[in-house]
C-alpha cells in the first residue's frame, strides 16, 4: 500500500503502538505536543544530524532497513564522541506520497533496531509528505558524567583511532561499481556465502563475500563505538565522519595544538587494501579521507595506554600532539604537510 | 554570493561567532560533536518539527526571514501547549548549492529574532546540501513543572481559545491570490500604509493594509502564544496546527470524552471576516479547519474562569466537554455532528 492510502495519523498511530517504551525517565512519549523527560541530575547531551537523498545517500544503493539503522548510527557517534551514552531519539521524516508502505517499515525497523542495541527509546518526531527528495533528520539525546570535548588535547599525547580507517569509504566506491545484479543482492540481503562481482576498465571481477561484506556493511549500517573506556582517559575526542585528516584539523584547532601522524600506522582492514587494490584505489587516500568511518578519534595521556587496554575495540596509537606543526610522516620517513581533506557541504576549497 | 563559493565550514564558523550564548546551563554550545546542558532539576520538554518546501511553504510566497521565525514558532508553539517554557533550539538546514547567502543570512536572522524574543538559545545544528527542495527542521527542548497534557479533559470542563481563528488560513489564501506586484512588495517589506490588490474572479480589488497585514503576518510569522497563566488551571492543551476540530478530536480521543462547541462563539477578527467575504470564503471554514492557527485550545474546570482573567491574551470559552458526542451547534442552535476536518501528511481519507 502507498503512504497516501494510509495516511500521516493512521501511520503515526503505529508508530506510537510499536515504540510506546518503558522507561521511569520517560514522564510523557510518543503522542503529545512534546515529549518530557525527568533529568537524574546527569548532564544532558543533545546532537542532530540529518540525510538527504541524493546528497547523503542514494536509495539505488542503500536499502530503507540500512538507512535507519544509519541515521540513528551517525546522531550515536556524536554522543559517544563526547563520552556520552545515549538514551532518546527524535526522529523527522519527509517522503513521497507515493512511497510504499513496506518502504516506511523497513525504515523504521532499521531505527527500531539500532535504538535497541544502543538502549534508546523513542520519543517523538515528525512525519510529513516531501515533493521530491526524501530526507530524514534525527535528534539524540544523552547523559554524561565526564563529558570530553575537542579543545583537550597537550602537547605530547599520543593520538589514537578505534577500528581500521576507509572500510566505508572502499565500501561505498565497491557499490558503486557492483554489477547490477550483485547490488541488487546485496540490497535485498539476499547474499550469503556467494560472491559479488563489479566491473572495472570494462573487466568482470569477482570478490569474495567475506571480503566485501564488511567494507559493504560498514558503510551501509555504521555501528558507533564505545566510548565508555577511553572517556575515561581521553583528553579530546571527536567521531570521524568527514575524514581523519578534517576531523584531527578540528582537535588542533580547537586544543590550539599541532599533530604528527605516521601514515604506517593507519590501521587499514586486509579486507579493504585488498578491495582497494582490485579497484585501483589508493588504500591510504580512503582511510585519511574518505570520510563516514564513525571510528573515534581521540588523544590520551602516554601513561594512560595500559588503562585501557581492557576496552574491546582495536585501538591503534597512529601518533601524537606536537607544538604547533600538522605533520604527516609518510611510508618512507618523510615529513609532509598535513592536508585537511574530506567532504564538505557545498563544496568549496576555502 | 553562492553558498558553494564559501563552503559549510566557512558558514558555521560564522554561525557560532553570531550565535555564541552566555547561559549559565550550557555547558558546551555550537562546535563540538554535541551540545552539553546541566538540568536544574526541572523536567524536560522535547518537541520536533519539520518544513519542506513544497509541502510547509513556497518561496515564492514566504521571504526566508519569515521562515525561519516561523520554523522557530511552530516548535516553541509545541512546548507552550504542554505548559513549558522554550530554551534551546537545534537546526537542521539542507538548501541548495547555488543558493545565495542573504537567503541564508536572512533565514538566519528570523531565527535569531525569534529565539531572543522567546527567551532561547541556539544550541547546535546540522547544515548541508539538498539536491532538490529546502528543507529545514528544528528540535526545541524546553523546561516546565507543571505538565498540561492532551489526555486531562473531564465532563464539565469549559474548552477555550486564544487568539481568533482562521487568520493564518485566510492570509495564506489572500497571499495566493495577490497581484504579482503586490505580493513582491509584501516579500521584500516593502509595505507600510499602502494598498495591497488581488484579483477575484479577474476582477481587481484593493484591500487596506491594515486589514492584510494582521492575516499575512499571522500565516507568515506567527508568534507562540505563552501558555504559563493557563498552564497554572488547564486540564488539557494542544497548539492548534491542523486545524481547531481536528485538534479537539485529539484531545477528545486523548481524554476519553467528547465536546459540544457553539459555532457562534468561536473568535473570528473583523480582518479575517471581511477578507474572507471579499475572496467568497466561508469565514467559519477557515475558522474550524483552516489550520495554522498556532493558537493554544485547552480545557479548564468552569470555576478557574476568574483566575485567567488577568492573563494578557485574548481568550475565548467556545463549547464544553461532555461525555461522549462531539457536536457542534450552528448559528441556527441545531446540533451537528463535529467533523474532523484539517490538514493531514500523504492526505488520506482514513
Known amino acids: 500500500m502507498k503512504l497516501h492510502q494510509i495516511g500521516e495519523l493512521s501511520l503515526l498511530k503505529e508508530v506510537r503502538k510499536r515504540f510506546s517504551s518503558e522507561n521511569s525517565n520517560i514522564i510523557i512519549g510518543i503522542g503529545d505536543d512534546a515529549a518530557v523527560l525527568a533529568p537524574q541530575g546527569e548532564k544532558i ?3 542532530t544530524d ?27 557517534s556524536d554522543i559517544m564522541a563526547m563520552g556520552g551514552k545515549s538514551r532518546y531519539l527524535l526522529l523527522d521524516i519527509a517522503m513521497k506520497k507515493d512511497a510504499d508502505e513496506e518502504f516506511f517499515w523497513e525504515l523504521f525497523r532499521g531505527v527500531s533496531d539500532a535504538i ?12 510529513c509528505a516531501a515533493r521530491n527528495d526524501m530526507v530524514i533528520s ?13 579543545g583537550g588535547a597537550s602537547v605530547g599525547d599520543k593520538i589514537y583511532v578505534t577500528g581500521t580507517l576507509g572500510d566505508s569509504a572502499c565500501g561505498f566506491a565497491l557499490l558503486q561499481r557492483l554489477t547490477d545484479e550483485s547490488r541488487e543482492k546485496v540490497r535485498s540481503s539476499e547474499l550469503g556465502t556467494e560472491s559479488v562481482f563489479l566491473t572495472h576498465n570494462s573487466e568482470l571481477i569477482t570478490l569474495n563475500w567475506n571480503i566485501a561484506e564488511p567494507l559493504l ?18 583528553t579530546s575526542m571527536i ?12 582537535i588542533c584547532d580547537e586544543s590550539n595544538v599541532g599533530a604528527k601522524v605516521y601514515l604506517n600506522k593507519i590501521p587499514i582492514s586486509d579486507e579493504m587494501r585488498r578491495t582497494a587494490e582490485i579497484m585501483k584505489l589508493d588504500p591510504f587516500h580512503l582511510a585519511v579521507s574518505g570520510g563516514e568511518d564513525y571510528e573515534l578519534l581521540f588523544t590520551m595521556p602516554p601513561d ?16 601524537e600532539i606536537i607544538e604547533r606543526d600538522r605533520i604527516v610522516v609518510d611510508e618512507n620517513g618523510m615529513e609532509q604537510p ?3 581533506e574530506g567532504y564538505q557541504h557545498f563544496g568549496s576549497a576555502r
Chains 1, 2 share one sequence.
Open 217 to 234: 556493511m560498514r558503510h551501509l549500517m555504521p555501528i558507533a563505538r564505545d566510548s565508555a573506556e577511553m572517556a575515561k582517559h581521553a
Open 338 to 340: 598535513m592536508k585537511a
Open 116 to 127: 535497541n542495541m544502543y538502549g534508546m527509546s523513542l520519543l517523538g518526531g515528525d512525519l
Open 50 to 76: 540529518m540525510m538527504n537523498e541524493g546528497v547523503h545517500f542514494d536509495l539505488n544503493f542503500i536499502p530503507p532497513f540500512h538507512l535507519g539503522f544509519k541515521l540513528v548510527s551517525i546522531n550515536v
Open 304 to 319: 594512560c595506554e595500559l588503562q585501557v587496554e581492557n576496552c574491546e575495540l582495536r585501538l591503534t596509537c597512529i601518533g
Open 239 to 250: 567521531d570521524i565522519s568527514d575524514g581523519l585528516f578534517i576531523d584531527l584539523f578540528r
Open 45 to 47: 547531551l543533545v546532537t
Open 138 to 150: 534525527a535528534t539524540v539525546i544523552g547523559t554524561g558524567d565526564r563529558i570530553v570535548r575537542r
